[in-house]
């Protein structure tokens, strides 16, 4: 026991300073700002004026408002990605859990160790140890991408439309291996080597056995691996490749001591066959529905126009479909086996698949899909949509301007019935005329939550309503690609980088000026550009929402 606490200890020290790194980074973001909770009580909202600042409240200001306002301050995006990957690593361990290449080692290990073993505690110990190796192998890899790429290096792969389509790429390659087209393996003398030093007794003997199961199962488990990477990647966190693989090799690692303290547990397994690799072709199908997101973001922020919402969708129908069609035996490949009769798990499967396949359908003539609205493209690119008419009321802003950057985001960005502008400057310039407070929303192509938050959120008829009536809206994309004419490029007093995109005009001036790079976040500000309360990031619960909107609107005519 006192090797497995020593092997704890490893493992936190392996960990920690990457953890402190992140809450570093955290605490930098955030210094300065600071969020009490209160009740509401507009009316008690006390500001202090801030002649010498256009775009910050002051310190006391800050606090009074914080104090008073009874809207949640925004949601800590870092952590809720950090929780996401972690999650979808256990799912994916699980998943690795039933591929043929994992499922019959089970048994067969564990009951190695408690064979081998002269008692039943011993066998249990090191098969906790070895469970514990495996965690400790994938957790180095995920850290090992973590500090090759950097958390800079990670961000930008999140918007990156190269590897984005990269990454669709790999997606790609990774179905066609389930499928059964080839099989991802490493060089066979390399995993010998390293099978041959699990023959050694001790812990050495202990960590080969691991980091065998590791090289060996590589051709199952490469995929979700790669996968699992790679959306960890893609969300831009410093320690998403180290937390992913840390949910992964729990995964992986929990059956193995699990049934090494109770091997009587074995036998209610299920006997190996072709459902295993039923599984495979199942999981090859949702990389492909995964791929395809991928290309969207590229499609998105490069503005190709390829994949619009309808056309997603229909890409996702068929997927979908052809998954159903599978679990019922209506498709098969060649390496699969006969399906004599459908089990009731398949079943069940195939019935929800079907469902699924169902409710997408009507979103090719606008039906919202409020559940996976935050995966599909903006709603402004469906083509077709039998609710325009009812959605595109009135718009609030029916000045007669020709909107800066209109033609580029306006018809693929901006949910429908919503009429914004894309450039700050021209949105103070409006709110000064309109004598309104302005809606800074900082979003972007690829922003899942920013996608949630329109489909779920504002689509609310009071919050709708509120928006499109009592502010002036300017809608920042900082993931947009489009160059910036030569004589609006400059370097940032910020960063010290060169600005010569759209996006990274509206991203340097949400860094700069609001201490953040997190998407959605919402900021009200006067004409002048004074801002009337605390920002907000993501908040799905809609009255609370519409008390941050309100609480801005009387922050607003309580100075005027």
Not at 56 to 68: G, I, M, P, R
Not at 227 to 237: D, N, Q, Y
Not at 281 to 305: I, P, Q
Not at 474 to 502: C, H, M, W
Request: hydrophobic share 50%; proline share 5%.
């Amino acid at each position: 026991m006192k090797i497995i606490f020593k092997l704890f200890t490893w493992l936190f020290l392996l960990i920690a300073p990457m953890v402190l790194l992140a809450q570093a980074d955290t605490t930098d973001q955030l210094e300065g700002i600071e969020f009490t909770d209160g009740g509401i009580s507009p009316d008690s909202l006390s500001f202090e004026e801030s002649p010498d600042t256009s775009t910050a409240l002051t310190d006391s200001s800050k606090t009074s408002v914080a104090t008073a306002l009874a809207v949640p301050a925004a949601p800590e995006d870092g952590k809720q990605s950090l929780w996401s990957i972690f999650i979808a690593g256990l799912v994916g361990g699980f998943a690795a859990l039933l591929m043929p290449c994992i499922f019959p080692m089970l048994p067969l290990t564990v009951s190695f160790f408690t064979k081998q073993s002269g008692s039943r505690a011993s066998g249990i110990s090191k098969a906790l140890l070895y469970g514990l190796f495996i965690i400790v192998i994938y957790v180095a890899l995920g850290m090992i991408i973590t500090i090759a790429f950097g958390s800079d290096a990670l961000n930008a792969l999140s918007t990156n439309g190269i590897f984005n389509f990269i990454f669709f790429l790999l997606l790609i390659g990774f179905a066609a291996s389930f499928f059964g087209a080839f099989e991802i393996t490493l060089p066979s003398s390399f995993v010998n080597k390293m099978d041959a030093k699990s023959d050694k007794g001790g812990l050495v003997g202990l960590f080969f056995m691991a980091f065998s199961l590791s090289l060996v199962s590589f051709s199952c488990t490469g995929p979700i691996i790669g996968t699992l990477l790679v959306e960890a990647a893609s969300k831009g966190e410093r320690l998403g490749p180290a937390v992913g693989m840390l949910g992964f090799s729990i995964a992986l690692a929990i059956p193995f001591g699990l049934f090494a303290m109770f091997p009587s547990m074995l036998k209610s397994l299920p006997k190996s066959g072709g459902w295993l690799n039923s599984v495979k072709v199942v999981l090859g199908f949702l990389e492909l529905a995964l791929a395809l997101k991928f290309l969207s973001n590229v499609d998105l922020a490069y503005h190709w126009n390829w994949l619009d919402r309808e056309v997603f969708l229909s890409l996702w129908i068929a997927v979908f479909g052809l998954m159903g069609l599978y679990l019922i035996g209506k498709i098969r490949f060649s390496h699969d086996s006969e399906l004599k009769f459908l089990s009731v798990p398949r079943t069940l499967l195939a019935i929800v698949v079907f469902s699924f396949v169902v409710y997408m359908i009507p979103g090719l003539w606008g039906a919202p899909l409020k559940s996976i609205s935050a995966f599909l493209p903006p709603s402004a690119t469906q083509d077709f949509d039998l609710s325009a008419g009812v959605s595109a009321g009135a718009t609030g802003h029916t000045d007669g301007k020709i909107k800066k950057y209109a033609e580029i985001f306006h018809e693929r960005g901006t949910p429908k019935g919503f009429d914004p502008y894309y450039d700050y400057d021209q949105a103070l310039e409006t709110a000064k005329e309109l004598q309104k407070p302005v809606l800074i929303d900082f979003t972007g192509w690829n922003c899942v939550n920013c996608r949630k938050m329109e489909a779920n959120v504002w689509t609310d008829p009071s919050v709708a309503k509120l928006l499109k009536e009592e502010f002036v809206m300017a809608e920042l994309f900082v993931d947009d690609k489009t160059e910036l004419p030569a004589n609006e490029q400059f370097v940032s007093a910020y960063s010290g980088k060169k600005i010569n995109s759209i996006g990274k005009k509206n991203s340097d001036f949400q860094a700069a000026t609001f201490n953040s790079n997190s998407q959605p976040l919402y900021v009200i500000v006067d004409p002048n550009g004074n801002v009337l309360v605390p920002q907000s990031g993501a908040n799905y619960d809609i009255e609370q929402y519409k008390a941050f909107l309100q609480a801005g609107l009387d922050a607003f005519k309580k100075k005027n």
